[in-house]
């Protein structure tokens, strides 16, 4: 009798101990994690830097979305009065409206005679429209493409009629924002070759260099605890059968791509291939833009929301314009960040305003989830349309999320295709875990004491 009720004491007191160990690792886990983010907090305290632009983010009820504009390979413009004007309209207008938290053009500024030769009117017709329109760096980054320095293998003409290159003397550039949120850097790259050796060379490969890899590897080592980086360049890095991006070693000996995967960059955009693309390859976004002057006008509109990416091609004067910016689409499911699924964001802008913003669901197969539900506009930024997303839709499947948004000046429709994420409860996981690590350190011990008499007796024999 006496030895039963040892036997309870010592099962209860084994009890109380596992638990006790698992508050206890709760406890210090949970301390780690505030630890740490609290020293977090204070480093971006301590490199923050307010924005001085009002324009291209929304902070306001929690919101952290900022937007900005690409444009690339406006090369065919300056041997046409009309499209010279039309790229005034997107200066003036589009600029004016959209409002982005800058405007970074990609590369191939000029045509420069099909890469023959530089043509100096070409440079002067592009920095006299700049200038009519006010466009300074300020708002506005410009970076080298091929045909901008065939036949200059110093740049000269870039560095006398560009913005980044008569304002800051170099063909490489580096900038960040700052926001309650967080912290963001944007990085410039010269990826045309000094000189080229043959057509081929010219029209497809880029290149860096060992000193532009250093800069590039510098920069990323000064912002390697920003919240995200977003790198600019003229040309894709690898795109089939032979575009790429022809990589020497930095004098710490990696190249472009060792550097990328390093300071995990997630996002690349760039033009040259004058189409509309995007690429997922070993971790990296690649984003390509069509070149300007196609159809009337193209330009890319690119959205973080909660530091998930969304983008979309716009033609210049056509509008309402506007995307989804949560939830994202697939193609960037499989960024480094965590997908929220309680809301949707919708941005829009109309010249002449939005009357209103309708949502809706889709199975892949054209059949409707959901029927159309208005969205609410945020009163205190306008542009932004906001709403409760679906809970009920399953997981792993593919679905349609359309949006109509109606302006005074007509109406567009944008779809995005969304892939439900499965929810894991990481925390839920993590406590499962810990239970069964203290259980299996736990059991020699309930054997020992359980059963002393037969270990003992075992041991003698």
């Known amino acids: 009798?006496?030895?039963?009720?040892?036997?309870?004491?010592?099962?209860?007191?084994?009890?109380?101990?596992?638990?006790?160990?698992?508050?206890?690792?709760?406890?210090?886990?949970?301390?780690s994690y505030i630890s740490n983010f609290n020293n977090k907090k204070d480093f971006i305290h301590e490199i923050y830097h307010p924005v001085t632009s009002q324009n291209g983010f929304i902070t306001s009820e929690g919101n952290k979305i900022f937007w900005f504009i690409q444009i690339t390979d406006t090369q065919f413009v300056w041997a046409n009065q009309d499209k010279i004007d039309m790229?005034?309209?997107?200066?003036?207008?589009?600029?004016?409206?959209?409002?982005?938290?800058?405007?970074?053009?990609?590369?191939?500024?000029?045509?420069?005679?099909?890469?023959?030769?530089?043509?100096?009117?070409?440079?002067?017709?592009?920095?006299?429209?700049?200038?009519?329109?006010?466009?300074?760096s300020s708002i506005y980054v410009d970076l080298v493409g091929n045909h901008d320095g065939s036949e200059d293998p110093h740049y000269s003409y870039f560095m006398n009629y560009s913005i980044t290159g008569s304002e800051y003397g170099a063909t490489q550039i580096s900038f960040n924002h700052s926001f309650s949120?967080?912290?963001y850097a944007f990085i410039g790259i010269n990826t045309a070759k000094d000189s080229y050796d043959n057509l081929f060379d010219f029209a497809f490969?880029?290149?860096?260099?060992?000193?532009e890899l250093d800069w590039y590897e510098n920069e990323l080592i000064r912002y390697k605890d920003y919240d995200n980086i977003f790198v600019f360049g003229h040309h894709p890095p690898l795109f089939p059968p032979y575009y790429k991006i022809i990589s020497n070693l930095s004098s710490t000996g990696k190249s472009f791509y060792d550097l990328n995967k390093d300071y995990h960059v997630n996002y690349y955009f760039c033009g040259h291939?004058?189409?509309?693309?995007?690429?997922?390859?070993?971790?990296?976004?690649?984003?390509?833009?069509d070149n300007f002057d196609e159809k009337n006008?193209?330009?890319?509109?690119?959205?973080?929301?909660?530091?998930?990416?969304?983008t979309s091609i716009e033609d210049i004067g056509t509008w309402p314009q506007g995307l989804i910016i949560s939830p994202p689409s697939n193609n960037f499911y499989d960024s480094q960040f965590k997908i929220e699924l309680e809301n949707i964001h919708v941005l829009a802008w109309d010249p002449k305003g939005i009357v209103s913003i309708e949502w809706s669901v889709y199975f892949e197969n054209g059949n409707q989830f959901k029927s159309w539900t208005s969205l609410q506009r945020n009163l205190e930024n306008g542009i932004l349309w906001e709403g409760d997303f679906c809970k009920d839709l399953s997981f792993g499947n593919n679905y349609i999320v359309k949006v109509k948004i109606e302006g005074n000046s007509g109406q567009t429709i944008r779809e995005i295709i969304y892939n439900v994420p499965m929810n894991i409860n990481y925390e839920l996981v993590h406590i499962i875990l810990t239970v069964l690590v203290i259980g299996i350190i736990a059991m020699p011990i309930v054997i020992i004491i359980l059963y002393p008499k037969k270990i003992l007796k075992k041991n003698k024999l």
Not at 205 to 211: A, I, K, P, S, Y
Not at 275 to 289: A, E, F, M, P, V
Not at 302 to 308: P, S
């Open 1 to 31: 009798m006496n030895t039963k009720r040892i036997k309870n004491k010592n099962i209860i007191i084994l009890f109380l101990f596992c638990l006790t160990c698992l508050s206890i690792l709760q406890l210090c886990l949970r301390d």
């Open 297 to 310: 006008g193209t330009y890319r509109i690119v959205v973080i929301d909660d530091n998930q990416l969304s």
């Open 273 to 289: 291939l004058h189409s509309n693309y995007i690429q997922k390859k070993d971790g990296l976004n690649t984003i390509i833009t």
């Open 87 to 136: 790229f005034s309209t997107f200066l003036n207008e589009t600029n004016k409206i959209i409002k982005p938290l800058f405007i970074i053009n990609t590369g191939d500024i000029v045509d420069a005679d099909n890469g023959r030769e530089q043509n100096i009117e070409e440079w002067q017709k592009y920095n006299k429209t700049l200038s009519e329109n006010k466009i300074n």
């Open 205 to 211: 490969g880029g290149f860096l260099n060992t000193e």
């Open 181 to 183: 949120f967080g912290n």
